[in-house]
């Protein structure tokens, strides 16, 4: 009782300790003075009315020690999980008990003194509170041929590449994929076993985007996403006669609501010019697309002076059109051949010119494709490609699509909102929103979400917020965002969210357990102690 007052009381033990120093000086100054005791006497009476004193505050000031708390472990596991599984998890943390997650959803408050190890996520949520401050260890576990991780972008813009990453344990080797209806965006084969992937595929259509993620003909996941629209373009086509493919190309431009005006020679010093979606204000083009004999045509020049992008295409002789290119708009193009074939086959039917671009520190090549762009004040680019139409007419205007939609958006900077989101985003779980905006709020459904600068990099806001509700949510003004529950990752990142803030917890607030020493310990040391004082005033020497 008395220990555990002075630990309580630590502003008592200081003038306890305080009132022991002057007592012990005043004693040790009273024997330095005493004209009876020997100079040896006097040596050993100060020696044990020191020892004596230093034992009293020590038993003030420090009553116990730091000391490990009980370390015994408690394993709890999914009710799913195979028993090797569960053995060797059992064996690998040295644990004696174990309890299924369903027995422990039901008699958890039977356990509230354990070290808890948690394998798999099958723990009711709201259990988890009952936790926070105790020592939490979690093993994630999920079946063979079940997505381990997986993320993906949740809002982009239309035309940049949605990139899909994630880990997966297969029993045997397959192959995973994105597809949409009957074409596959992006796949990779996989090894049996632990294996990672990352696929990746341009956003060709605005709005909502839900694109199945499978393996085999097995359904993994739903990529939900939202694409963000951009601006309709003032595209000018400057070329050397009006065939095939760039009629195509005009009318799928349009389709995509830019602006395209045509402009090809029909006789000496006469031009045919056409617009399609044609606008009253004139604009300046934000896009000319030319063939290499127009590289030093006087609009051209204008654009790459106002620092507008440039696309020269149908190189025809490769060397001889780089060169022109080159002279005209002070760019450093330059290709090899790489095979001795007419033609380079690319994927889905499509073909190429038989060379391939050196590669510069300053050239960067568009999405997959054989078009690359080197950035001068303004981007001027060259396409290897060959002619596309055939891909349209076929009906493969998804690979149409991606190809031009690549092209445009890589080309010509948008005054969309650029935003990152970090997906899957999951109900009751904090998600970080970061925008390149002036924007200082956005607004989820019937909300209001202030963003902060970034501690990094100030021209970045971010903020943080916690959806409620499934399904697509409303965020103004950056589109909607689909909020996803009821699947093992949801279990996994509440588990993941909620150990991260249970380890910061323990990290700034947990102290070493204060154990007081042995009674017996302290008995005997002032036992000794007085025994050795009363011993020592029966002596003369």
């Known amino acids: 009782m008395i220990l555990a007052l002075l630990i309580m009381e630590p502003l008592l033990c200081r003038i306890l300790s305080g009132f022991?120093?002057?007592?012990?000086?005043?004693?040790?100054?009273?024997?330095?003075?005493?004209?009876?005791?020997?100079?040896?006497?006097?040596?050993?009476?100060?020696?044990?009315?020191?020892?004596?004193?230093?034992?009293a505050i020590l038993f003030l000031l420090v009553p116990g020690l730091p000391h490990q708390q009980d370390r015994e472990a408690l394993l709890v596991y999914d009710t799913g999980i195979p028993s090797a599984v569960t053995d060797s998890v059992r064996a690998a943390w040295k644990i004696k008990r174990s309890v299924s997650a369903k027995t422990f959803n039901r008699k958890f408050r039977e356990y509230s003194g354990q070290r808890f190890v948690f394998l798999g996520q099958e723990v009711h949520p709201r259990l988890l509170s009952n936790l926070a401050g105790k020592e939490v260890q979690w093993v994630p576990y999920f079946a063979p041929g079940v997505l381990q991780e997986v993320a993906w972008e949740g809002i982009l813009r239309k035309g940049e590449r949605q990139t899909v990453s994630g880990k997966i344990y297969l029993s045997r080797p397959g192959k995973i994929k994105l597809v949409y209806g009957d074409k596959v965006l992006d796949s990779l084969s996989l090894v049996a076993g632990f294996g990672a992937f990352r696929l990746s595929f341009p956003v060709f259509a605005e709005g909502r985007n839900v694109i199945p993620l499978e393996t085999g003909a097995q359904p993994l996941q739903n990529i939900a996403f939202y694409a963000q629209p951009v601006r309709p373009l003032v595209i000018s086509m400057i070329l050397d006669n009006p065939d095939f493919e760039s009629r195509i190309l005009a009318e799928w431009l349009g389709a995509q609501e830019h602006q395209v005006e045509i402009s090809t020679p029909v006789a000496s010093s006469v031009l045919y010019e056409s617009r399609i979606n044609k606008t009253a204000?004139?604009?300046?083009?934000?896009?000319?697309?030319?063939?290499?004999?127009?590289?030093?045509?006087?609009?051209?020049?204008?654009?790459?002076?106002?620092?507008?992008?440039?696309?020269f295409l149908g190189l025809g002789e490769v060397t001889d059109a780089l060169s022109r290119i080159n002279r005209a708009t002070g760019t450093s193009f330059s290709a090899r051949r790489v095979t001795a074939h007419e033609n380079l086959p690319l994927r889905n039917g499509l073909t190429a010119l038989p060379y391939q671009l050196n590669p510069r520190p300053n050239q960067r090549q568009l999405g997959s494709w054989p078009v690359s762009f080197q950035k001068n004040g303004a981007k001027v680019a060259v396409s290897l490609l060959n002619e596309t139409f055939p891909a349209r007419l076929s009906g493969d205007t998804l690979t149409y699509s991606e190809i031009w939609t690549e092209i445009t958006t890589g080309l010509c900077d948008s005054d969309s909102l650029r935003t990152r989101v970090q997906a899957p985003v999951f109900k009751d779980v904090p998600v970080q929103f970061s925008l390149h905006t002036p924007e200082t709020a956005v607004w989820p459904d019937q909300d209001t979400l202030y963003l902060r600068p970034s501690p990094v990099n100030p021209a970045k806001k971010i903020g943080d917020y916690t959806f409620t509700t499934t399904g697509w949510n409303t965020l103004k003004p950056l589109g909607e965002i689909y909020v996803e529950d009821s699947t093992a990752f949801a279990a996994a990142a509440r588990w993941k969210n909620w150990v991260k803030a249970n380890n910061t917890l323990l990290e700034t607030g947990a102290s070493p357990a204060i154990g007081p020493l042995p009674a017996t310990l302290w008995f005997w040391a002032f036992f000794l102690c007085l025994a050795a004082l009363w011993v020592e005033a029966k002596f003369r020497y």
């Open 281 to 311: 204000a004139k604009r300046a083009p934000d896009l000319v697309i030319a063939t290499p004999a127009r590289a030093t045509d006087s609009r051209v020049k204008k654009a790459l002076a106002e620092g507008r992008s440039v696309l």
């Open 20 to 55: 022991l120093v002057v007592v012990g000086i005043f004693t040790i100054r009273k024997l330095l003075r005493s004209p009876a005791l020997s100079v040896r006497q006097r040596n050993v009476k100060i020696g044990l009315n020191a020892l004596l004193m230093v034992l």
